[in-house]
């Protein structure tokens, strides 16, 4: 073959390769998905001791931090800044399910349709977790505000048929209360009408029972009082084979700010002074022993150690684990 005739052989090859690649390079392009805009199914699981404890996600809420908080506005925004964050803040809103291999027992149930359709995911996260709702025997909630109890009823039928509902008698009293009804500023009325909302249908089905201090729980369970978020907040003990979870509610809402200044309170602290106190002996004593946290509003899935330097608090997050 003559030498003209290899490079016209030569230079077909070429044409053909980049016409090969000009029409991959164009199907690429016709391939190209929309944004699937979704995360993960909202759940985490770890180990306490023997028990299983899934955190599970009921959405993010953004919240007007800068305008809530006890502080002046530069103050929080410049915290908020620090940690890369900004006003309104997203944050989360966590509930916490323990299996002692007898009962399954939730702590707090999400906000269900209360406050809009950013939240109200946690029964879909529950069953991605592998659990259904009518598996649940026993709930024990925090405090009666709207966004720890909405998830209890769905279109006046019980979210969870199966379970009764605890919660510490000083708040059953207080957020129950037709008096206190009557008398509460106007933009605090849905906190009193929507506890009476979410817990009428259990009342009526008699799987209501508050509890006092002194009263038993479930194994492996003990509440313990920390009244000043609201009239009867509960943080919740687990305890197992010497391990310790506290499920803190609402000692806390912006890690950001409240880590470093924990004498900052917010709007909905019923007794700031009180609030701000029993964040600080918690956290304390949290830090002092090692104690596992569950909070909230901490963002999912909200556990965590805390460390203690001079008044403020480092938050570290559990390490992801795979359960085998």
């Not at 073959?1 to 090969?20: C, Q, R, W």
């Not at 009293?173 to 009557?182: G, I, P, Q, R, V």
């Amino acid at each position: 073959m003559s030498v003209f005739s290899m490079k016209k052989l030569a230079l077909a090859a070429a044409l053909a390769s980049a016409t090969l690649i000009t029409g991959l390079g164009s199907q690429l392009a016709m391939a190209a998905a929309p944004l699937a805009k979704t995360s993960a199914p909202g759940y985490f699981r770890l180990m306490v001791g023997s028990l299983e404890v899934t955190a599970i996600n009921d959405g993010t809420v953004e919240l007007p931090v800068d305008k809530l908080l006890a502080n002046p506005e530069p103050k929080t925004n410049a915290a908020l800044a620090n940690s890369f964050l900004k006003a309104p803040l997203e944050t989360s809103v966590n509930a916490y399910l323990i299996n002692n291999g007898e009962k399954l027992i939730l702590i707090d149930a999400g906000a269900g349709a209360l406050f809009g359709p950013t939240l109200g995911k946690f029964v879909a996260n529950l069953r991605a977790s592998g659990y259904e709702p009518a598996q649940i025997d026993d709930i024990y909630i925090t405090h009666l505000h709207s966004d720890h109890i909405g998830g209890l009823v769905s279109n006046n039928a019980l979210v969870f048929p199966n379970a009764v509902v605890h919660v510490d008698q000083k708040d059953s009293d207080f957020w129950l209360s037709k008096a206190n009804l009557d008398k509460a500023p106007a933009d605090a009325k849905s906190f009193y009408t929507n506890a009476v909302a979410m817990l009428t249908p259990y009342k009526a089905a008699k799987k209501f029972t508050p509890f006092n201090q002194k009263s038993q729980l479930t194994a492996g369970i003990k509440a313990i009082s920390t009244s000043g978020h609201t009239a009867g907040h509960s943080v919740y003990e687990v305890e197992s084979q010497g391990q310790k979870l506290w499920l803190i509610g609402d000692l806390i809402h912006v890690a950001a700010v409240q880590l470093d200044h924990p004498e900052i309170t917010i709007a909905f602290d019923s007794d700031q002074k009180k609030a701000a106190a029993e964040r600080d002996r918690i956290f304390t004593q949290a830090a002092k022993e090692g104690i596992l946290v569950g909070a909230a509003h901490i963002q999912f899935p909200g556990l965590g150690h805390l460390r203690k330097e001079g008044n403020s608090y480092e938050w570290i997050p559990v390490n992801f684990t795979q359960l085998r």
